[in-house]
């Protein structure tokens, strides 16, 4: 039987597939229309990410998603830009491929932070969010200067020759630390929710694809960059539902990620914990045993000097054979040794081999 919150997740599926579909029309009747919407969308998830992360920060401890969610505003503005100063935008009018500048940009940066993160996610490693909020402010008005003012960006695309080889060599690049993000996720799957570590590993190979798809276009209109968009617009979906979606929707699966990883240690802790006291009883109770089995004799012990008769703590005299069976749990094997044999029965050949 199909719940409430499957069929909203069913129909949020249908109505995004429903988007896609509609947004490719509109590429039929102007590219930059489509091309306008699909930037907004991964726009807008960069920023919601942003504002829950940063909201959410005096919450949680989590610097892995403190990290990624301070990063991805400037992801976003570096993709706002790139969508304003796109071929046909009547904005940046001077130069018609800032945004293939911008792209690459934005496309380390994020490839970037999702390998940087992880630095921060080892727990005792404790993030400063407005260090990190200014070296990323840095970082990004660094690169806005190099394109729009000093123009020393490298150049990304020619008009007559298409994409130029720093443009190309860079999304394989990017592509490569991406793959390295992907094998330090599954290296340290154990620490994410299994659905989210699946959505985290799927957006990123729809990053990767669309990557690639951007390196084969010879056109700011063609078709490679089409689909190049519709991988972005999936990834971009993928950490909507990872972060956003479950943010609103299961705050506890994500805000409180971080408690529940220490309770489970914890809860861990406490199952090796009773397992090693439930060993140590077992080896007292075992030396217990092996304890009471066995009886010594110490201390000063009275014995007769003439008929080697031993007294106890009554008073009374033992034969020594009898008292240490009594306190030492063994048994006499009665026997001649060697001398005495030869002084008691010496005329006897036989005794002359008794042994000692």
Known sequence: MVTTIQASKYFSRIIFIALLIGLYFTSWVNYLLFHTLAELFSIVVAMSIFIIAWHSRNFIHNSYLLF?????????????????????MPIFTDYDYYA???????????????????YYFNERRKINVYSLFSIYLLITAALIISIFVAKIFPVCFIESSGLTPFKKISEYVICVILILSMALIRRNRLYFEPRIYQL?????IFTIFSELAFTFYIS???????????????SFYLIHICIVQTGVEQPYQLIFTDLSRTNQ?????????????RQNEKLIDELQTALSEIKTLQGIIPICSSCRKIRDDQGDWNELERYV???????FS???CRTCAEKLYGEYAWYNNVKE
């Open 200 to 204: 985290l590993l799927c957006s990123i």
């Open 325 to 331: 069976e009594q306190h030492a749990s063994v048994t």
């Open 265 to 277: 240690q914890l809860n861990h802790e406490i199952v090796m914990k009773e397992q090693i006291q």
């Open 220 to 234: 700011n209109y063609g078709i490679s960059n089409l689909v190049g968009h519709y991988f972005k617009i999936v």
């Open 100 to 118: 293939n500048q911008l792209w690459i940009g934005a496309r380390y940066l994020e490839s970037l932070t999702l390998v940087g993160a992880f």
């Open 68 to 88: 990624i969610g301070i990063a991805y505003l400037f992801i976003g503005l570096l993709d706002l830009l790139h969508t304003l100063s796109y071929k046909g």
């Open 334 to 336: 009665h026997g001649l």
